[in-house]
Nanobody, 127 residues
Framework: QVQLVESGGGSVQPGGSLTLSCVASENTESRYCMAWFRETPGKEREGVAWIPLSRVPGGANARYADSAKGRFTFTRDNVKKTLYLQMNSLEPEDTGRYYC????????????????WGQGTQVTVSS
């Protein structure tokens, strides 16, 4: 099973940027849908962005939750087996723990569809 390790979290002021990384133990491009989720205070874990399998039509293109559109960019470096979530124009509402997740049978924002998870990395947006 794939193992995932996130990093890159930290504290930033509103309007700032952070780039989260997720290192996978194997190449994910052809086997897994990859996703970023976050757990914010008072809310259930929610999907932020996901990239389908490369062989799926349009699989190279990331999809985003409405809260992330225009601000977050999800990319995959297959050589480094690393996924990135570039987050710009951060808001206090983005504060939470961010998780990288993988699934070979599901893709999207359903938490139950992902069997593999990293330990998460904390993002705090505050002035």
């Amino acid at each position: 099973q794939v193992q995932l390790v996130e990093s890159g979290g930290g504290s930033v002021q509103p309007g700032g940027s952070l780039t989260l990384s997720c290192v996978a133990s194997e190449n994910t491009e052809s086997r897994y849908c990859m996703a970023w989720f976050r757990e914010t205070p008072g809310k259930e874990r929610e999907g932020v962005a996901w990239i389908p399998l490369s062989r799926v039509p349009g699989g190279a293109n990331a999809r985003y939750a409405d809260s992330a559109k225009g601000r977050f960019t999800f990319t995959r470096d297959n050589v480094k087996k690393t996924l990135y979530l570039q987050m710009n124009s951060l808001e206090p509402e983005d504060t939470g723990r961010y998780y990288c997740a993988a699934s070979f049978w599901s893709c999207g924002t359903s938490v139950s569809g992902y069997p593999y998870w990293g330990q998460g990395t904390q993002v705090t947006v505050s002035s």
